[in-house]
């Protein structure tokens, strides 16, 4: 495998821009507020399409009490699903957006549970936007208890009385293909509330969506919305310059190409158990192309998530950073090796709870 050069751009680096997805109480709200709250500095705008003039996610957002959210960083579309009112409502809320001084480091999009994602992404190769911002990710959360039971939502009665609130609704499509154009469209899928499921049915679950997902896309679990921001965002898939395979399902839309707590009444500790990593070190590597190859191969064969480092090449005088989501693979030198440093390979690997940690160290050590 070729290594990709980075290419040092003229302009500004793109914001990264994450859309997350899914049905009323799949719990895209709950997902939110733990990213926020492991910001650690870093400024997170919100845009959240609400429904009518009730507010709840917005409200509930708003009202995080976390250092760098502040309620100028949430914005609220209440005029209706919002791939149906990308040209009127979602565009000029990013431009207004843009046009901040202070703009935000990462901006995340929470849709409506009746939101086809595949049209807001597209949105993003609008002229004002596609200069500035780019899609980092597309993360669909799925009811993993109503899954398991036959169902798409946790109240579809609930999601159909949300569908005849909305009079700008121009799409007709069933919860079934609808759910399947989320997932279509997703780099990662979270299947929410594991912790109501057996492990026979969680596992069925996550073979199933990882059968039906594309290649590359990443599915994990989570109670009560709790994972790390790091595994969320990040992604890097660019997803603007590739629709291919992210196509929707249903034949009903009508608009062109231009154009909450989880509610299961359980707590949790606000850990990320199930989640789990490690550094591995091993001498400068000989053949990049090489090692490029070894690390897509452990990635696919043990199910890893993310992996990064640093990594000194036999000849070459400066550092190689490596960074790997899944089965993209992107390095490039980065810095000249100090004098005092050691000419060493140092790789993080980040997974769900189980990793086999000696084989993994094995395989990126041979």
Known sequence: MKIPRRQVPDMPAKIPATIVTGFLGSGKTTLIRHLLGQADGRRIALIINEFGDLGVDGGILKGCGIENCDDDDVMELSNGCICCTVAEDFVPTMQKLLAREDKPDHIVIETSGLALPQPLVRAFNWPDIASKVTVDGVVAMVDGKALSEGRFAHDESSVDAQRAMDDNLDHETPLSELF???????????????????????????????????????VVNAAMGQLPLDIVLGLGAGAEFSLEGRDEVHHHHHHDDEDGADGDGHHHHHDHDDFESFVVTRPEITDQGAFAEQVAETIRTHDILRLKGFAAVAGKPMRLTLQAVGPRIESYFDRPIANDEPRETRLVVIGQAGLDRAAIEKALSA
């Open 180 to 218: 399947e154009d989320q997932v279509a469209c997703a780099d990662m899928i979270v299947v929410n509330k594991s912790d109501l499921l057996e492990k026979a049915e969680l596992d069925q679950i996550l073979h199933r969506l990882r059968d039906d997902s594309r290649e590359g896309v990443q």
